[in-house]
């Protein structure tokens, strides 16, 4: 029988909100994953440094996940010293069980990105890809020669193979960003209901974002 497979989400989750767990609760019904860590990026490689700090953004993904029990949060990003390379992730990870098949869940925008990430061919080599829409993103046209070689329809095939495919899952869109929250916050616009209750109540009683 395949190896199991698991899903890694990262991101800087400033903050987490409903539209990260729409996307990974589609993802893990449709592909059948064992279990999904959250990994919170501690310092960025491609972007700012976040508003929240790193514990506040552990916690409130914490709290996002509380209900969820196959939805876990891994810290490791937060505890390394050096910048947040999924590539050095997913090594770590597969050195602790190199049994397991991980599969990396991000959103167009992120997957378009992919040749600027450190060691990028090797990791496209160690797992497989699940991309997801994002409403106002498109997939590239044409497509990168690394994205057509890897792309497949077929969920089994991230059974079938040990790595390197790239699966397009279409997931019900939802437009939230955590841009659109922090700003919305700052300007006392009501984005409450983009976040899970527990962590709007951890924004608020942190003053988070101007809140
Ligand atoms: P920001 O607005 O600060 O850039 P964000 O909302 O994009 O934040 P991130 O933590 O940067 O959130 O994203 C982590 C991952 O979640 C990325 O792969 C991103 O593509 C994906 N993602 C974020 N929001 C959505 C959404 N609404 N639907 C689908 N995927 C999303």
């Given at each position: 029988m395949a190896n199991p497979l698991y899903g890694i989400f990262g991101g800087t989750?400033?903050?987490?909100h409903n539209g990260h767990l729409e996307t990974v609760t589609a993802v893990f019904d449709k592909c059948a994953l064992e279990r999904v860590y959250f990994i919170p990026a501690a310092?960025?490689?491609?972007?700012d440094q976040p508003d929240a700090n790193a514990q506040q953004r552990l916690e409130m993904v914490s709290l996002a996940i509380a209900?969820?029990?196959r939805f876990d949060v891994d810290d490791r990003e937060l505890k390394r010293?050096?910048?947040?390379y999924t590539y050095d992730t997913i090594k770590s990870l597969q050195t602790e069980d190199c049994s397991r098949r991980y599969c990396l869940i991000l959103g167009i925008d992120a997957l378009?990105?992919?040749?600027?990430?450190?060691?990028w061919r090797e990791l496209l080599d160690s797992i497989h890809f699940i991309v997801v829409q994002r409403p106002g993103?498109?997939?590239?046209?044409?497509?990168p020669d690394w994205w057509q070689q890897g792309r497949?329809?077929?969920?089994?095939d991230l059974k079938q193979f040990e790595s390197g495919k790239i699966c397009l899952i279409e997931v019900e869109p939802n437009p939230v960003s955590a841009t659109e929250i922090r700003y919305g916050i700052a300007q006392g616009?009501?984005?409450?209901?983009?976040?899970?209750h527990s962590v709007w109540d951890y924004i608020r009683t942190n003053k988070l974002y101007g809140a």
């Open positions: 989750f400033d903050p987490v310092i960025p490689p491609h972007r209900n969820y029990p010293e050096t910048p947040s378009s990105g992919l040749d600027s990430w450190y060691r993103w498109e997939i590239p046209e044409p497509l497949t329809e077929f969920i089994e616009i009501d984005v409450s209901t983009m976040v899970p």
